[in-house]
């Protein structure tokens, strides 16, 4: 597809569960990043990927929280053992090689009960 | 990267200019000032960057002071669709920045 695309688009979930979230990248974006973003809030940095490595981790609010990124394409961010506090919308963004611009998608909305 | 102040909110008539003000006085010579926005349920979307001089795209126009402290945003005709928070942004321009910090931006309605 022409934009960065996640998946699902909205995703409700049971306290306790573990969920997964999916972003496909702009084809041949080298750099991809996740953010949360809670109502009424501006963006949280997660995590970001350079190929299929995490440079940085450190955005991540706990160990439930994981990534990852194969052939330097798709990106997966779980969340085990959800709780209420990960309500929220999760962006991703990709980005071109050497190009300052980041290119969201529209984000999974997430609701834990 | 240098800290944004930016109006909560504010109003443009349907057609008119509209400008958006942001405060940077802690910005370093090498710091960029970005913008984006964000639409109802859509991701950010990136409008235009400068250093020192003026920016013009096809989107908008970046006025940045002369001693770098504060820059200006403007959508020449606002539109309804232009609707949306936007985000000022003050970082290095490096490809390996990868903690782009939005803050609370400034929500504006166009109204017609």
């Known amino acids: 597809g022409a934009g960065v695309s996640q998946s699902p688009s909205n995703k409700v979930t049971e306290k306790g569960k573990d969920v997964e979230l999916r972003c496909d990248p702009i084809s041949g974006h080298t750099a991809l990043y996740w953010y949360r973003q809670s109502l009424g809030q501006g963006l949280e940095f997660l995590i970001y990927?350079?190929?299929?490595?995490?440079?940085?981790k450190s955005g991540l609010p706990s160990d439930r929280f994981s990534a990852e990124r194969t052939g330097g394409s798709v990106s997966t961010l779980t969340i085990q053992r959800t709780q209420q506090e990960d309500s929220a919308v999760y962006l991703c963004a990709s980005r071109p090689g050497l190009n300052e611009k980041l290119f969201f998608g529209s984000g999974t909305q997430l609701s834990v009960l | 990267d240098a800290k944004t102040t930016q109006p909560t909110s504010m109003d443009c008539a349907e057609g008119r200019a509209a400008n958006l003000p942001c405060n940077h006085s802690?910005?370093?010579?090498?710091?960029?000032v970005y913008w984006y926005r964000q639409i109802h349920s859509q991701g950010p979307q990136y409008i235009i960057h400068g250093l020192k001089n003026n920016e013009t795209n096809e989107m908008a126009s970046l006025i940045i002071t002369e001693d770098r402290k504060s820059s200006t945003l403007i959508l020449p005709h606002a539109t309804l669709r232009d609707t949306a928070v936007y985000y000022c942004?003050?970082?290095?321009?490096?490809?390996?920045?990868?903690?782009?910090?939005f803050g609370a931006g400034t929500t504006v309605t166009v109204r017609a």
């Open positions: 990927f350079q190929g299929n490595s995490a440079p940085d």
């Open positions: 942004i003050v970082r290095l321009r490096s490809f390996n920045d990868y903690k782009l910090s």
């Open positions: 802690t910005i370093s010579g090498n710091e960029y």
